[in-house]
């Protein structure tokens, strides 16, 4: 199976457990795991000053992310208190990776102009004034005296002002001594990034699907384009079918779901893959309304590429709640 994983906000960025699966396995890349969801990372990135040449101290003592003014948007799974062990393990790993230092090798860049930022900065710089975000509220910090530029009161005011943060910097600050530090900036640097890939193919489209959308058709086998023609052809003249089945292993804690779409004359297209949730909500109800959802993903695909104007598909599974929503047919 493949799961999702968002795209990397930054020039440069790794996943954490790409590297760490180099380096260990077994209990102590479990172990760095665990560690990495207690602090809700996934990239580098999440981890790095701002700046992108290092790793912040806090996430190297496992500290979360309040520590240095960001937020994760993640909804994370409860972790608990880990042993002493998983972090002396955590701070092998980024001393392997980063050395003592916490160096990093090759410096992040800019930020991707289309990457979903899963993990927020919320505090700005501008001139002498720190801002920093609370949900949707902004908070304004003032220097410590007429010289500081780095050492801020922690003594919150609202600030209102929100459009001048479009050109203000990013910060990393830690609280110490009754104060806000900021300890590293970068200037909101957005990498714009390359034109999309031409479509030349059918199977292109899917491609340029998001993951997450990828993963609801699931593994696909592609046929030749003579085959997907006569589908195309097939949903044009309204005799095309598509079929789904839904399963559920509860023993296994696993669920699945296949589809197919197939002519007249016996072209078809088919896919399978995992149904995710909870598996409270792994219904088989479920399994085949996601096997459903990919068949009309494909459908959407082919009206797509071959340009279709009408057309029908019916469907069909074994189902009867699956059935009853759909029993009203689904027209383009």
């Keep these: 199976e ?33 560690c990495r969801l207690a602090l809700k990372v996934t990239y580098l990135s999440d981890i790095a000053a701002v700046n992108g040449t ?24 409860p972790i608990g208190d880990l042993p002493k062990t998983y972090w002396d393990q955590w701070k092998e790993f980024l001393q392997g990776w980063c050395g003592t230092a916490l160096r990093i090798p090759e410096a992040l860049g800019g930020w991707y102009e289309d990457a979903e930022i899963l993990t927020l900065c919320c505090c700005y710089l501008i001139d002498r004034r720190l801002i920093m975000r609370h949900k949707d509220s902004f908070f304004e910090f003032q ?18 002002d929100v459009i001048l943060l479009e050109h203000a910097k990013v910060v990393d600050i830690p609280y110490k001594s009754g104060s806000i530090f900021v300890i ?43 085959v997907i023609i006569d589908i195309a052809e097939s949903v044009q003249s309204g005799m095309a079918m598509g079929v789904s089945d839904g399963s559920v292993r509860a023993r296994e804690d696993r669920s699945s779901q296949s ?17 995710d949730g909870a598996l409270c909500d792994r219904t088989s109800h479920r399994a085949e309304l996601q096997g459903h959802a990919a068949i009309f993903i ?35």
């Design 54 to 77: 290092r790793i912040l101290l806090a996430y190297y003592n496992g500290q979360e992310h309040r520590e240095s003014g960001r937020h994760s948007r993640l909804n994370w799974p």
């Design 184 to 226: 590293s900036q970068s200037p909101q640097l957005i990498i714009s990034t390359a034109l999309a890939p031409r479509v030349h193919h059918f199977q292109d489209l899917y491609r340029d699907l998001p993951p997450e959308i990828q993963r609801i058709i699931g593994v696909v086998d592609w046929p030749e384009p003579k």
């Design 2 to 34: 493949t799961f999702w994983v968002p795209k990397a906000p930054r020039e440069n960025d790794v996943c954490i457990m790409d590297v760490a699966s180099k380096m260990y396995e077994g209990i102590q890349l479990l172990k760095i795991n665990m």
């Design 259 to 275: 589809w197919i779409i197939s002519a007249p004359n016996g072209s078809e297209i088919t896919g399978m893959g995992p149904v």
């Design 143 to 160: 220097p410590v005296n007429s010289r500081a530029r780095t050492r801020f009161r922690n003594t919150p005011q609202p600030f209102s």
């Design 298 to 332: 494909i459908l959407s695909m082919l009206v797509q590429y071959f340009k279709i104007v009408g057309g029908k598909l019916t469907t069909y599974c074994d189902n009867e709640a699956v059935v009853k929503k759909f029993q009203k047919g689904w027209s383009m």
